[in-house]
Nanobody
Framework: QLQLAEAGGGLVRPGGSLTLSCIPSGFNFGFHAVGWFRQVPGKGREGVIC????????DWSDAARGRFTIDRDNAKDTVTLEMHDLKPDDTGVYYC????????????????????WGQGIQVTVSS
C-alpha cells in the first residue's frame, strides 16, 4: 500500500518553531515532487510549500515565505518541513503529499493535484 506518514505535530506557543517530517511507505520519493498542505475547519486545503524532485525548485505560499523551509534527505527518503515564528493562524491539520513528475519535470506546485497523501497531523499554535 502506497502511503505517506507525517510526524512531529503538536502544540507550540506563538513565535515558536516546529519541524514536521514525512516518510513514504510502499514507494520512495525519487522522481516525486513533495509538498506540504494545511487545512483549517471551514476552509479548503491550501498549499504551504513544495520542492521539486531534484531539489532545484521550491514554491511557498505568501503565509509561509520567510518562515517555513522544506528539505529533502534522499539518503533517509524523508522530507521535512521546518516552521519558525509560528502564529495562531498557522494552526491546522498539515498534510504531506507526493506527486510523480519523472526525471524531466523539475518543478512543483501548490495545487492539490498530488497522487499520494498522508493522514494529516495537527499543529496548534496557542499560548
Amino acid at each position: 500500500q502506497l502511503q505517506l506518514a507525517e510526524a512531529g505535530g503538536g502544540l507550540v506557543r506563538p513565535g515558536g518553531s516546529l519541524t514536521l517530517s514525512c516518510i513514504p511507505s510502499g514507494f520512495n520519493f525519487g522522481f516525486h515532487a513533495v509538498g506540504w498542505f494545511r487545512q483549517v475547519p471551514g476552509k479548503g486545503r491550501e498549499g504551504v510549500i513544495c520542492v521539486s524532485s531534484d531539489h532545484s525548485t521550491y514554491d511557498w505560499s505568501d503565509a509561509a515565505r520567510g518562515r517555513f523551509t522544506i528539505d529533502r534527505d534522499n539518503a533517509k527518503d524523508t522530507v521535512t518541513l521546518e516552521m519558525h515564528d509560528l502564529k495562531p493562524d498557522d494552526t491546522g491539520v498539515y498534510y504531506c503529499a507526493a506527486k510523480y513528475t519523472g526525471a524531466r519535470v523539475k518543478s512543483c506546485t501548490l495545487d492539490t493535484d498530488y497522487q499520494y497523501w498522508g493522514q494529516g497531523i495537527q499543529v496548534t499554535v496557542s499560548s
